[in-house]
């Protein structure tokens, strides 16, 4: 038994090692077509490159693992099937749930080596991740000139090209406003060539100019320029001319971690737990300021106030109701009309102004309330994502050994068809928890529930050898129900 074991163990890690790899190439260039603007043209060294994009597959590897699980457990169990070697197991007497008790407790190792990672290294990833992107997004993009369009991103000047050869880079055409010293067009270059290059510490741009005229106005007093006056004219004309401009925000610099620190998906477990107890506490102090801020009825009040207050001691004490109902109705009707109005615009007054606090506290309880539920949502997420590959496992292996076809063709489809279902699936119920429509606990962990009645479904139907693969099993139940003679009528009266 110990050999057809490790038999059975080798045929399946030889899978899941490949698809692991291949899931997490596709997931990192899905993340590349994300973020591929952000990276281009900001002369990022190869170094800064690949130390992103190493974070980069860190990220993605909570789905990797899931759907790893899922696409090797279809085709171990999908290639023993087509080589008839799970026929032979069971004919010897083995039953199907013997065959995957060695791959239950890998799927039980890989689980715990997902959730330890989304714990305990994931969230220090994120942080060097995000830090980065962010570096990397406010670095300054490389000065590239457009044929024809002026360009502001030399400090101080703004540039005009009239043709660029792509060869020798070399600048033709050149029209040149100098505003360095804050003034308008009052000195403009033209120059028939020139060369463009940033110092290799990026600190300084050079702007070599041949043949060219440098025209400026000037104002010797030094006064306030007025338009009735006239001003000296002066041209300079010149073979070669260096301009010399110090750039800022070329060179590539790294923000500080600690911006990013408490950020819900740089925390851990215990971490997220923390910070869902200050903010928690912060949001229900301020939901109760609210509440207190609405003029109600002053029982009403009282009980909402005991309600939102945990300690004992702070709690009203709540006046004993009347014995008789007091019909507001009765005593309303009694009153002369003089009386009614006051009481009408009373309540009139009353209920404007629960109007305003309402508008004027909604929307910021509303965004707290979501900023809270984003670390509630990835506590749960660490948990659901992890337990995500045993439930893989369980839908992967028996659906393995009803399809019977190993490789990469048929397994590849139904895996992408089912983890596009968990996802669509996870979403709609995450969003459900995000926005409290549903309990933070059932949309978190709806996909799971949803998929693990499916997995047990599966093992029980494959245990027992069922031809749900069959199309003869699908027309007898049509038959069965009646809709196949409904077919033939229809057919025959065309």
Do not use: C
């Not at 540039?159 to 600048?171: A, E, F, H, Q």
């Not at 009052?186 to 028939?192: G, P, R």
């Not at 006064?223 to 301009?243: G, L, M, V, W």
């Not at 014995?323 to 109005?341: C, E, I, L, P, R």
């Amino acid at each position: 038994m110990k050999r057809l074991h490790w038999y059975i163990i080798k045929t399946f890690l030889g899978p899941f090692f490949m698809t692991f790899f291949i899931v997490v190439f596709i997931l990192l260039m899905q993340f590349l077509w994300k973020y591929v603007d952000d990276l281009v043209g900001k002369g990022l060294e190869i170094k800064v490159l690949a130390e992103m994009l190493f974070y980069a597959s860190f990220g993605v590897l909570p789905f990797a693992f899931p759907l790893a699980m899922l696409l090797a457990s279809i085709m171990a169990f999908g290639s023993l099937g087509e080589n008839y070697e799970l026929v032979a197991m069971k004919s010897s007497g083995i039953s199907l749930i013997s065959i995957m008790k060695p791959l239950f407790f890998i799927a039980i190792i890989v689980t715990a080596i997902a959730f330890y990672f989304s714990n305990n290294i994931l969230p220090n990833t994120n942080l060097r991740f995000t830090t980065l992107l962010w570096s990397v997004k406010q670095q300054r993009p490389e000065l590239v000139l457009q044929e024809g369009v002026f360009t502001n991103e030399m400090d101080g000047y703004s540039i005009r090209v009239g043709s660029k050869d792509k060869k020798t880079n070399m600048l033709r055409d050149l029209l040149i406003y100098d505003h360095t010293g804050k003034k308008t067009n009052e000195s403009v270059t033209v120059a028939d060539s020139g060369y463009l290059r940033i110092t290799e510490d990026k600190k300084f741009m050079v702007l070599n100019l041949y043949n060219g005229v440098n025209y400026s106005e000037e104002n010797p007093s030094g006064s306030a320029r007025r338009s009735n006056q006239t001003y000296p004219y002066r041209r300079d004309k010149f073979d070669e001319q260096t301009i010399r401009v110090k750039v800022r925000n070329f060179e590539f610099s790294r923000r500080d971690e600690g911006i990013f620190r408490n950020t819900y998906r740089m925390l851990n477990i215990k971490e997220l737990k923390f910070m869902e107890d200050s903010l928690g506490n912060d949001y229900y102090k301020r939901l109760k300021g609210f509440i207190m801020e609405m003029n109600l009825n002053p029982l009403v009040t009282q009980r909402v106030f005991n309600m939102m207050t945990t300690e004992d001691s702070l709690k009203r004490n709540i006046v004993a109701e009347p014995d008789s109902v007091f019909d507001f109705n009765q005593y309303f009707d009694k009153q002369n009309n003089w009386v009614k109005a006051e009481i009408a615009q009373a309540a009139l007054e009353n209920v404007r102004n629960n109007v305003q606090v309402l508008n004027m506290h909604d929307d910021q309880l509303y965004n707290r309330k979501k900023y809270l539920n984003r670390y509630s949502m990835e506590r749960h997420r660490k948990y659901t994502l992890s337990f995500a590959v045993l439930i893989f496992f369980f839908i992967g292996a028996p659906l393995g050994a009803i399809i019977r076809k190993g490789g990469l063709g048929m397994p590849v489809v139904v895996s992408i068809l089912l983890f596009i279902a968990y996802y669509i699936i996870s979403m709609t119920g995450e969003k459900s928890a995000r926005e409290d429509v549903w309990d933070m606990f059932a949309g978190m962990w709806f996909s799971s529930f949803v998929f693990l009645p499916v997995g047990i479904w599966l093992s029980y139907k494959a245990a027992r050898d069922a031809a749900l693969m069959n199309a003869e099993t699908y027309t007898r139940i049509l038959g069965k129900l009646g809709i196949e003679k409904l077919f033939d009528k229809l057919i025959k009266k065309r």
